[in-house]
C-alpha cells in the first residue's frame, strides 16, 4: 500500500523560506506524479505543483510560479517543494499526493494523500 507523509511545515515570516518534504513508501509501478496541494483557511484544495517520477516534468500553478521549486530524490523516495518568498496568502495545510502517470491538476486524480503539514506565513 502506497504511504505518503508530509513534513517540513512551520511559522515563518513574509518573504521567508521553507522546505516541506513528502515521503512516500509501497509503490509498486514505475509511472507516476506527486503533486502537492494546499487548502488554506475558508478556501478550496489548490494544486499547486507537480512532478513525474523521473524529475524530468514538473508544472506549477500561477500564483507560486518562480517561488517554489519542486524536486524528487528517487534513492530516498522523497519529493521537497521548496518554498520562497512566501507571503501570507500562502498560508495552508500543503498536502502531497499520488497518481498513475501524469501530473495534474485535479485532486481526483489522486489515489493517495499525505496528512498535510501546515504552513502559516506572518505578515
Known amino acids: 500500500e502506497v504511504q505518503l507523509v508530509d513534513s517540513g511545515g512551520g511559522l515563518v515570516q513574509a518573504g521567508g523560506s521553507l522546505r516541506v518534504s513528502c515521503a512516500a513508501s509501497?509503490?509498486?509501478?514505475?509511472?507516476?506524479?506527486i503533486g502537492w496541494f494546499r487548502r488554506a483557511p475558508g478556501k478550496e484544495r489548490e494544486g499547486v505543483s507537480c512532478i513525474n517520477d523521473s524529475g524530468m516534468s514538473t508544472t506549477y500553478a500561477d500564483s507560486v510560479k518562480g517561488r517554489f521549486t519542486i524536486s524528487i530524490d528517487n534513492a530516498k523516495n522523497t519529493v521537497y517543494l521548496q518554498v520562497t518568498s512566501l507571503k501570507p496568502e500562502d498560508t495552508a495545510v500543503y498536502y502531497c499526493?499520488?497518481?498513475?502517470?501524469?501530473?495534474?491538476?485535479?485532486?481526483?486524480?489522486?489515489?493517495?494523500w499525505g496528512q498535510g503539514t501546515q504552513v502559516t506565513v506572518s505578515s
Open positions: 499526493a499520488h497518481r498513475r502517470g501524469s501530473c495534474s491538476y485535479h485532486s481526483i486524480d489522486y489515489d493517495y
Open positions: 509501497g509503490f509498486t509501478f514505475d509511472i507516476f506524479a
